[in-house]
């Protein structure tokens, strides 16, 4: 046997258990075994999906695994889940975190997400005890929600009759009356047939699986935040209410104080569509967030936040998506803030809305990212700028344009390969939407501002 | 029970008592010196190495066309993000080590089998004995040994090929990155996965060395006799390891009770 | 079965011309079978195939130094007696002693340590076909000598020279002619100078120029080595080229033995046959 057949099998078997070892690393390393980590505890009325070595994240960040599942005592009682956390996230538990257990996709096997709390809360101890928030209470919040639509849309059929019942003798009058009755009717019915069909979807996929929520706190805070509108329409819409029969009360014949009347009527019935338009923004925004989710899922990618830059810059070469982009200039929109960060300068507000005028054309479920750019100071120093500079503008779109779901930020540096300067570098931000080609219908909308 | 049916029951068992004995007795001399360890290199080298190219094609086949079959069907349940893990926990556990195991037996029962059958019709075997070396050391414990530690060895390969072809099914689907792909892979991955599903192919590996090496010797009748051991050797090779398999599952699921779930 | 009660050595079981010392055909010297020359010695030895008896109590003493060789017809046991001594067979009763050892009763290593001494030529040479001609030489250097790869080289070498093979050294076992093997098997018996050379069927398969290359390669051995041959044979031109004693073998038991002339002179009929065929049986 000659040396070199020697040294093939030598290669043979150090080569076999690498890959070995390789995949015992990969097992351990995502098992968090060779890093430090603290244990956490939080209590939940269900386990269903959750076993030993079932995953914990942190803010969709993995951050740990199960190890232990504590059994109540008698019935009714709380199972209690031990869980191992890496340490460097020790910072973000606070004792007003929350657990909760979620699940991947329609047949994704579950997992633990926590929520970082607030930085005036102190820091969970090592084998400290989190709050465990139940995936039911978050179809009860949304069947919560569906009454209270339901409340709201008998309101307003309830006053509609009111004042047509109130205005009926004047003919002049009754027209305009109904058609703005119509309207909020009409708004209300959509926002109550759309949140309905919502929390249909929803409270389907709650009942097959465990919560498909991206975060606990993003999807809580949707609804709650669908709710608490819903709560100021139905206010507002009482208060007209109210007015229209104070009205009535002191109405004494077809004179000035009707025409008073009317007018008031419309600005109370105006305010109210306002609050009830909101609230279907807020509804499809939370619908959005979803379709947000589906479209990278599609492409093997199922969170913006869990998207590294480099599978990002592969997604924009993706043919079947066609990225539209808009590149703005930091010396246009930022000025450094005495605190070391950013803030947008005077007329910025304005140079970020022209520029969504021209992607507003397309369909509002296209996602927009926010790119962010920075090329000063070493790699560290520029994501940060980059990010901070994605958000700053994001958080403008999202006032000014009510696009909260379908938008997300991605920091990206200094590369900016398709950039007008021409260098392969850009100082500033790109708005890109994503678009299929078919809704391309106008070129040319990649060209700076 | 007619003589003729007793004695061919009588033979038979004879047969399959010997075969234990003759399975101890490997078993026994793989760890009683002397060590044919140059020999035990050069049968790695055959056994082993020459199996490579095989195993990592068929690897690579097998993880494209079970990523192919498994997002066809997760497909439907909008359950994409979970082919990578399925396809790993399905080769890690099973099918890595079985389809290993299959084609080592299809290649080194046939090889062994005929070499070893060839060497008994051509006396070689007693030559061996002639020139004072233990020939069951020399020929059959060197085989069992390299087999051995061959299989491991080969599994992960097969696995890691697997992995590799199902990373290029899935990349040309949806465009995964490599490594967001193996990250993906190994996210449901246990140890109790990994390791028993890889070590118990050194059982694989003895079965089928032993297997080969004891038809091969007990070899008679020549050539066509050479020819009956290797398919013989292929044949109750994939059985009894397949048989083998059954019974390390079930061990495997009572040592690590939590794989059973 | 019929045993001698005293001299363990001197009994067939048919009676045939085959007591050495008394009298009537003698092995050479008229000494005993069981005097320190005798090299190998076979005590009753009884051996069975399934209910096919191929060796029947049958008892020989081997010379030293000499060429004995193995008559019969086919399947009469030759082959069968030389797998005897060198272990490769057990009797089923008996004993063999090789150097007054008698290796029925040694352990596996001790055993090895005797097959040390004696080398095998097999039939159709059983050359090892996976090893170059040359390593098939060197492989029991390799495994029982302390001598450095060269000087292992050197010395296949020269054994392979010594049967005028040195050209076909590197060539593969399986692309030599018959006789090509046959000679390399030969050096690969002689690599570790055993004092026992047992040889099986020297000519079989071999054409008469071929086989008579053997023949005088064999008794050079014995001459310039002073090695112990025993062939097996029943090629008569052969067997009267290389022996200086025959053993004819009939239906498991020794039925004539002697020089060539004591063997042609024989009472029995088949012997007399066998000896006069030219060609072998």
């Known amino acids: ?200 979807e929803t409270r389907g996929m709650v009942a097959e699986v465990r919560g498909v929520m991206d975060t606990v706190a993003g999807s809580q805070d949707a609804v709650q935040r669908v709710l608490n509108e819903s709560e100021g329409t139905m206010r507002a819409v009482r208060t007209s209410a109210e007015r229209v029969e104070e009205a009535i009360a002191r109405f004494t014949g077809p004179d000035s104080a009707t025409q008073r009347l009317l007018v008031e009527a419309g600005e109370v019935m105006g305010r109210a569509r306002e609050a009830m338009a909101d609230v279907a923004d807020n509804t499809e925004a939370l619908k959005r967030n979803w379709l947000f989710r589906g479209y990278f899922a599609e492409r093997g990618f199922y969170n913006l936040d869990e998207l590294t830059v480099d599978e990002y810059r592969t997604l924009l070469r993706d043919d079947r998506y066609t990225p539209l982009r808009i590149w703005l200039a930091a010396d246009r929109l930022f000025e450094a803030d005495p605190g070391g960060g950013w803030t947008l300068r005077d007329g910025a507000a304005r140079r970020i809305e022209e520029a969504m005028g021209e992607l507003l054309q397309y369909p509002r479920t296209s996602p927009i990212v926010v790119e962010g750019y920075a090329t000063a100071g070493e790699i560290g120093r520029r994501l940060l700028d980059s990010q901070a500079r994605a958000d700053l503008v994001r958080s403008h779109l999202t006032q000014a344009f009510r696009r909260a779901g379908a938008t997300g930020t991605m920091a990206l540096g200094a590369g900016a390969a398709e950039s007008p300067s021409g260098d392969g570098r850009w100082d500033g931000v790109a708005l890109t939407l994503f678009a299929e080609p078919e809704q391309l219908v106008r070129a040319g909308a990649g060209a700076a501002q | 029970m007619s003589g003729f049916v007793r004695t061919a029951v009588v033979t038979r068992l004879a047969s399959g008592g010997r075969a234990v004995i003759f399975a101890g007795r490997a078993l026994r001399d793989m760890f009683r010196p002397p060590f044919e360890l140059q ?57 890595g080590p079985l389809v290993c195991g299959l084609l080592l037996s299809g290649r080194v029962g046939a090889g062994v089998g005929a070499e070893l059958g060839a060497m008994k019709v051509t006396e070689q075997i ?63 991955l246990q140890f109790s996965d990994y390791v028993p599903g890889t070590l118990k192919t050194m059982v694989f590996g003895f079965i089928i060395a032993v297997t080969a090496s004891y038809l091969g010797v007990h070899t008679s009748g020549g050539t066509q006799g050479v020819g009956y051991a290797a398919t013989r050797s292929v044949v109750t090779a994939s059985i009894l390891m397949i048989a083998a398999n059954v019974v390390l599952v079930r061990l495997i699921f009572f040592v690590f009770p939590e794989m059973a779930e | 079965m019929n045993v001698s009660g005293t001299d363990g050595v001197n009994v067939s079981g048919a009676g045939g011309v085959n007591v050495s010392g008394a009298g009537g055909v003698n092995v050479s010297g008229s000494r005993d079978a069981n005097e320190p020359a005798a090299a190998i010695r076979l005590e009753h030895v009884s051996k069975a195939f399934g209910t096919f008896r191929v060796l029947d109590d049958v008892s020989i003493g081997i010379p030293r130094g000499r060429a004995t060789v193995v008559l019969g017809r086919s399947g009469t046991g030759k082959s069968v007696t030389l797998r005897h001594i060198v272990g490769l067979l057990q009797p089923d009763s008996g004993r063999v002693f090789v150097d007054d050892t008698e290796i029925t009763a040694l352990s596996p290593s001790a055993l090895a340590k005797v097959r040390q001494r004696i080398g095998f030529l097999f039939q159709n040479a059983a050359l090892f076909d996976s090893i170059t001609v040359a390593e098939n030489v060197a492989f029991p250097l390799r495994r029982h000598s302390t001598l450095t790869d060269a000087e292992i080289r050197a010395r296949a070498l020269e054994k392979l020279a010594a049967v005028g093979l040195a050209r076909a050294a590197e060539s593969m076992p399986g692309a030599l002619s018959g006789g090509m093997r046959k000679r390399a098997g030969l050096a690969r018996a002689m690599a570790l100078d055993p004092a026992i050379l047992l040889v099986d069927e020297p000519s079989a398969g071999l054409d008469p120029v071929t086989s008579e290359e053997i023949d005088d390669l064999l008794v050079q051995l014995k001459r310039e080595r002073g090695t112990t041959l025993v062939v097996v044979t029943h090629n008569i031109p052969s067997a009267r080229r290389i022996a200086d004693t025959m053993l004819f073998l009939h239906e498991g038991r020794v039925l004539a ?20 065929s030219e060609a072998g049986g």
């Not at chain 2, 190219?53 to 066809?72: D, E, W």
């Not at chain 3, 002339?261 to 007399?272: F, Q």
């Open chain 2, 126 to 188: 007693d030559a061996l004995e002639a020139v004072a070396v233990d020939s069951f050391k020399f020929l059959v414990v060197t085989r069992v040994v390299a087999c051995m530690i061959a299989m491991p060895i080969l599994t992960a390969v097969m696995n890691f090929m697997g992995m590799l072809g199902g990373w290029t099914a899935e990349s040309a689907v949806s465009g995964m990155g490599f490594e967001a792909y193996f990250r993906a892979a190994f996210s449901l």
């Open chain 3, 257 to 276: 033995r002697g020089t060539a002339e004591d063997l042609e002179r024989c009472e029995h009929e088949l012997v007399r046959k066998f000896m006069r």
């Open chain 1, 1 to 200: 046997m000659g040396s070199p057949r020697l040294a093939l099998v030598g290669a043979f078997v150090i080569g076999g258990l690498l890959l070995f070892a390789v995949g015992l690393f990969l097992i351990g390393d995502r098992r968090l075994l060779f890093s430090e980590q603290f244990e956490i505890e939080a209590d939940f009325g269900n386990v269903a999906g959750v076993e030993i070595s079932t995953g914990v994240r942190l803010s969709g960040l993995p951050a740990g695994e199960v190890i232990g599942i504590e059994i109540p005592d008698a019935p009714g009682g709380r199972f209690v889940v031990r869980m191992r956390v890496r340490e460097d996230l020790h910072s973000l538990v606070r004792t007003d975190s929350e657990a909760a257990i979620l699940s991947d996709g329609l047949l994704g096997s579950a997992f633990i997400q926590l929520r970082a709390g607030s930085a005036a809360a102190p820091l969970v101890p090592d084998g400290g005890a989190l709050r465990g928030v139940d995936a039911v209470e978050i179809a009860d919040l949304i069947a919560e929600g569906r009454e209270t639509f339901r409340i709201a849309a008998a309101e307003m059929v309830a006053m509609r009759a009111e004042l047509t019942d109130t205005f009926g003798g004047f003919e002049a009058t009754i027209e305009t009356t109904t058609r703005l009755i119509d309207d909020l009717g009409n708004d209300a019915q959509r926002v109550t047939g759309a949140s309905a069909a919502l929390i249909d």
């Open chain 2, 39 to 95: 020999e035990t290199a050069r049968q790695i080298y055959e056994l082993g190495w020459r199996s490579l190219p095989l195993i990592a094609a068929a690897g690579y086949a097998v993880g494209i066309v079970m990523s192919m079959h498994t997002r066809a069907s997760l497909e439907r349940f909008g359950a994409e993000a979970l082919v990578p893990a399925g396809l790993a926990l399905a080769l890690v556990r099973e099918t």
